[in-house]
Structure formats: C-alpha cells, structure tokens
C-alpha cells in the first residue's frame, strides 16, 4: 500500500507535475472508487488562494467539470476529481497534428457551450488552453470536452488581488491586455479560445511573440477551412472590442456556418481512446470474503494497474465531502482567510 493522505486517500501513481501542484490517481479508501486528486503545498500564500478559488468555482454544466471532495493533512491540502478516460485536447493535437475541421468546430462550439455556463455565472476562466480542454473516451464518433482547472479563474466584478506587473494566464493562449494586468473579461476567454482553434486547426502550438494571428495567410482552397478560419481570426483580434460579443454569439456565429454537418473526411482516423482500458482486472471469484471494488463505473475490480508508463488526465465533479476534512485543514481555511487580508493590504499598500 502506498502513502494514505489524510487515513483515506492512497495515492497510486503521480499522472502530472507543475506549477500549481501535483496529480495523482488515489484511491479512496471510503467508497472504493479510483479519482484523481491534485496536491498542493501551502508553502505560500498564492498557492493556498488557488485552492480556494479552485473549491469554489462548482458550475453544473455537461461540458464543464469541476472539484469533488477535499482533505487536508500537515502542510498539504488534496481535492478529488473523477478521472477523465480519453485525455486531452493537447494529447488529441500531439498524436495526430492538424485536426479536420469538423473536429475542430465540434471541438470549439463545445467550448464555448462550456463558457457560456462559466461566464453566466460571472467568471473568468484565464486559463483556457489545450490541456485544460479533456475529452470522454469516444472513439472515432462524435467527441465530448469538458472544461477544467479554474485555479486561476475570477469572478469578472472581483478587485484585482495582484499587481499589474504579474501575469495570470498561460503564454501564447492569453490575450493582450492579459499580458499587462487588465481586469477579466470574458472576452479573454474568446481571445483564447481562438487561439486554441487555430491550434487544433494548424497543429502549431501558437507564440506569445504574435498575438495576432493574420488568418488570411492560413487559407486554402478549402471553403469550410477558411469560414472557419475568418471566425477564429476575430476572436483573436488583438482589440477586445472587434471580437465577439460573448460565447454565445461567437456559437451563433460557428453554427451558422454548418461545420458540424460536415461527413467524415475517407482519410479521417481521429480517435480518442479509453486510456483506462489496463486499469483494472476483473474480480476473481470468492466465496469468502467480500470483494474490493474499484468503481470507475464499469465493471468491478480487484486492483488498480499503475506502473511508470501509466499517464492520465483528470476532470472534476460532484460536490464536496466534508468527511473527507480532517482538522489541520480548518487551520488551512484559516491561513487562507488571512493571505486574503494580505493581499488586500498589499492591493491598498
């Protein structure tokens, strides 16, 4: 048995690594179900608002995923997530290049379907970008994406709580006035959104040395290509004001041009896989005792499967658990109410 975080968490298998903390795929001991779960060291204040932002971004939506229960032990705090068994959008774009435009639209709208929820609930994702656009295990039919990681989101009328000197975003998908500390806007979200489009329609991950995009030197002879080609060039207009006006125009303005209507191309071979297919083994027979369960939602299972060659991705939803918290992680909440105060302080400083 590995680590047990918090007497209910065994963590299995780290799946990524970054900035803003650490995943792994855990066990939870309570229900016997396989999750994601990302950690975070409370070493400094940023990291603690985060999670707290994090907690707190919970909207209902089918194409949007978000934190499902929480734990908190020494100087660390963990929130569960569901798994998402087909990977990313980064993954997609990585293994196969260019996507074909029907992808690409269905893809996008997608997208947007999940940031007109965001944004009508009042938030800001500032984050929008390949991996953080995870799909259902759909094979070659019609995909699923749902929206996830809104450690940096912001609710649109909230202060600002860093300095203008500080970037918030990731390069190459964040707009402009990101890049000099302007308050949110879901217009960003639409800059990024472009930006993500023209990735999976290129297959070139974009630079943040040219924020603008000069569409008309991507066209082809391809009519579908370059409709969509124009729509994704306004949204990364460098202007905030010559984008669309809101997810849901820029989804009128996508659905107006048919993508989706479009038949598979005869050379088409995209597929998202079901990376979870080796997690599990059946349960053998026992008469004798009760046995394990490991519930993914398909069959049950005896063990998990998680060697060095294992890699997931996750996606959130559900709600909290408060049996899940354990008493350092009041202590925690606490320390987060304080790092509020001060950056309010250092705001008004």
């Known amino acids: 048995m590995g680590e047990v975080f918090a007497g ?25 179900q396989v999750k994601a779960a990302k950690i975070l060291r409370q070493s400094d204040a940023a990291s603690l608002l985060r999670f707290v932002r994090e907690q707190s971004m919970r909207i209902d939506h089918l194409h949007v995923v978000t934190p499902q229960s929480w734990a908190g032990m020494d ?21 196969y290049g260019a996507l074909p435009v029907r992808w690409v639209a269905l893809l996008v709208d997608q997208t947007l379907h999940a940031l007109e929820a965001v944004h009508g609930a009042g938030i800001v994702h500032r984050d929008l970008k390949p991996a953080n656009l995870l799909l259902e295990p759909t094979g070659s039919g019609r995909p699923h994406l749902r929206l996830t990681d809104f450690g940096i989101a912001a609710p649109l009328d909230e202060p600002r709580m860093t300095r203008a000197s500080m970037v918030i975003g990731s390069p190459g998908y964040m707009a402009p006035e990101q890049w000099h500390g302007a308050d949110p806007d879901f217009r960003s979200d639409l800059y990024s959104v472009g930006r993500v489009g023209l990735e999976m329609l290129t297959g070139e991950r974009p630079s943040a040395d040219t924020p603008h995009v000069e569409a008309t030197a991507l066209r082809t002879d391809d009519p579908h290509r370059n409709a969509l080609l124009d729509l994704l060039g306004r949204a990364t207009s460098e202007d905030p004001a010559s984008r669309p006006e809101s997810a849901a125009a820029m989804r ?29 083994e059946p349960v053998a027979a026992d008469t004798t005792a009760a046995p394990t369960r490991l519930d993914h939602g398909t069959a049950a299972a005896t063990r998990v499967q998680h060697g060095a060659q294992t890699r997931f991705l996750t996606a959130p939803h559900g709600h909290g658990d408060a049996a899940a918290t354990r008493t350092p992680a009041y202590l925690l909440l606490l320390v987060g109410l304080v790092a509020l105060l001060v950056a309010g302080w250092l705001l008004l400083s």
Request: some cysteine.
């Open 75 to 95: 100087d660390r705090v963990l929130f569960t997530m569901p798994l998402v068994r087909g990977g990313s959008v980064a993954g997609l774009i990585k293994e």
């Open 252 to 280: 009128a303005d996508l659905a107006s041009l048919n993508l989706d209507a479009l038949p598979p191309q005869p050379d088409e071979a995209v597929v998202v896989r079901d990376l979870f297919a080796d997690l599990t």
């Open 8 to 32: 209910r968490y065994e963590l299995l298998d780290p799946i990524a690594m970054g900035g803003m903390g650490t995943v792994w795929c855990v066990l939870d001991l309570n229900d016997h």
